[in-house]
């Protein structure tokens, strides 16, 4: 079985293509590589002349870098998007992907902690080489820290009690595999929502262990400066925490969805949103892979 198997199928793809309205000379980012289905996709519209980048912090992506000269993979995190690109002598692109979505080879692999159906390691780390894991957050971080990173990333209104008890739990016997955090989590979970809220809560330890949502903010605001007037910008978010950000962002130019206007009354935006309601896969999409089924796609122009 190949790399490229093993991550799930791109979401949404024709759909991403058609909103980036791609130019077969342009210059083109694709911030989240994973399996390269989007990428391949995009240099199949590409013409001899056009270039795609390609980012992703996680090693095992590099297995997926199409074998094309148009092709550079960048092994970084988004959020140094511009000193990259800089560095290979690039100051605009036409257009940029982002597909935040976690991938299947990452929910199916025991030794990443991403998913609560193995008893592996509570690592979560998208970037092997980054210090913090998840076992690391809910052996240190203090009893305030902790329920905020529940309550705000994962949406648990038990987040309170939660972290209460991984502080008293700690004390005995630290934090290191799956099966520890959940015999300390499930007791303030209900049987028929039990699923749905471990999702919430390794959701939240995920996003804090890669600094998530710090990372999508500073890719969105780097966009403004990089994209050429009338390139675009297409981001696939799934859950509501992302896409808040890049909705309100997309439309205001701000993270909160403070609308600012000119003496006319005209937003003022260096954005134009490109379709006002978010796109969604159709039923077919989400029959043969499920896992696409709260996927959002949105788009936005620079003006």
Known sequence: MNALSTYHNPALLTETLDGLNIRPDGIYVDATLGGGGHSKAILNRLNDKGRLFGFDQD???????????????????????ITFLDWYGVTKIDGMIGDLGVSSHHFDDETRGFSFRFDGKLDMRMNKRAEKTAADILNTYSEEQLADVFYLYGELRTARA????????????????????????????????????????????????????????????????????????????????????????????NFEGKIVQDFYGNIQSSLKVVNNKAIVPTDAEIEQNPRVRSAKLRIAEKL
Do not use: W
Not at 59 to 81: C, G, K, M, Q, W
């Open 59 to 81: 090693e095992d992506a590099e297995e997926n870098i199409p074998r094309d000269a148009r092709f550079t993979f960048v092994r970084s995190n988004f959020r140094y998007l």
């Open 162 to 253: 939660i972290a209460k008890s991984i502080v008293r739990k700690r004390t005995d016997h630290a934090f290191e595999k799956i099966s520890d955090l959940l015999d300390t989590v499930k007791p303030f979970f209900s049987r028929e929502k039990e699923k749905k809220q471990l999702a919430q809560a390794f959701q939240a330890l995920r996003i804090e262990v890669n600094n998530e949502m710090d990372a999508l903010k500073e890719l969105l605001l780097q966009s403004l400066q990089i994209l050429t007037p009338g390139g675009r910008i297409a981001v696939i978010t799934y859950h509501s925490l992302e896409d808040r950000i890049v909705k309100n962002f997309f439309k205001t130019g």
